[in-house]
């Protein structure tokens, strides 16, 4: 029991530092690549926030089985490097095989809460979250000082100042736009934007109204007060479902390729848990003079070549290329032919080693 604690605490301790580091690499490109979006005025910068916990929230259940797995590598290579697990087994204590693979179980509960419950929650709230800024997207995110494209191209917009009161306001507007039949052009000192309904519209006020035919050198021009102009939906927003976003309980009914598909990708990823902290302990044995570090890359290479076979196996399940009965099933019975391999080969290698042929 001590021993199983003792192998526990550097297994967790290893987790946490591992698991701040991969998350400090993934929020730290995730919130540039927000941020960048948010400095050309494609993005409100006051969304990156909601935007980055919701994405994460959606990957923490692929995040954290690697750094399980890792864990686990580390914690036992230093154990093997130390020779403390060689001082373990001449008292007769095995690794504890066993009480490993329960604390695999225990955190599949983790990953498969997040899978299931927690991520499409958190891809439906940011489907919610993505078509509110859509409709803000031709006019939102609007940086001052920065000419910006909107209606595919065939409108320019620019805004000398944003105000920092309740509703934005902007000062000395610059509206361009490129229709079929005639060229307008909109000069503004002061406009907001305003919702009714399901509609945005922009308001101007006190300014100018240029129209023109293309070729012809004469213009139509009206002063107004206050002119309001409805912002075009975006036509280029994906329509397709998001199956990323179904609750876990409507896919049970589902018959679909597409849905079997989604499922079973979502019950894998426990189920990766347990397997990857099964294939940890005997991937981990090494020799002192090899170090802690010596199956850290065949332990990545094999991670990376079983959870692409998992997306693969996914997309063959769409397609219908296979059945959903064999499904994704099938790579995590190779990956439990690899690890009794790997438990039976020291075996197997003394009995030829020794074997009088």
Known sequence: MIITRYVFREIVYTLLALTALLLLIYVSHRFMVYLV?????????????????????????????????????????????????????????????????????????????????????????????????????????????????????????????????????????????????????????????????????????????????????????????????????????????????????LLWGQKGTVYQAELQWRLSLPITVILLAALAVPLSHTTPRQGQYAKLFVGILIYLIYTNTLNIAKKWVERGDISPGLGLWWVHLSLIFIIVGLFYWPRWKEFVMTKKW
């Open 37 to 249: 979006q948010a400095s050309v005025g494609a993005l409100p910068a006051e969304f990156i926030f909601q935007l980055l916990g919701l994405k994460l929230l959606s990957d923490l259940m692929l995040i954290l089985p690697l750094g399980f797995f890792l864990a686990i590598l580390l914690a036992l290579g230093r154990l093997y490097k130390d020779n403390e697990i060689t001082a373990m087994a001449a008292c007769g204590i095995p690794v504890p095989f066993a009480n490993i693979v329960i604390l695999g179980m225990m955190f599949a509960c983790l990953i498969g809460t997040l899978s299931t419950i927690l991520a499409p929650w958190a891809q439906s709230q940011k489907e919610v979250l993505q078509t509110k800024l859509s409709s803000l997207a031709e006019v939102g995110g609007i940086a001052a000082g920065r000419f910006k494209e909107f209606n595919h191209g065939n409108g320019i917009f620019y805004v000398q100042e944003v105000l920092e009161d309740e509703i934005q306001t902007m000062r000395n507007l610059f509206i361009q736009v490129n229709l079929p039949d005639k060229r307008v052009i909109m000069v503004a000192e002061t406009g907001h934007q305003e919702a009714q309904g399901e509609e945005l519209f922009m308001v101007l006020k006190n300014g100018h109204r240029y129209e023109s035919k293309p070729g012809s050198l004469g213009f139509v021009i009206t002063n107004f007060v206050e002119h309001r102009i409805k912002v075009p939906k975006r036509l280029d927003t994906p329509q397709d479902e998001n199956r990323a976003a179904i609750p876990t309980g």
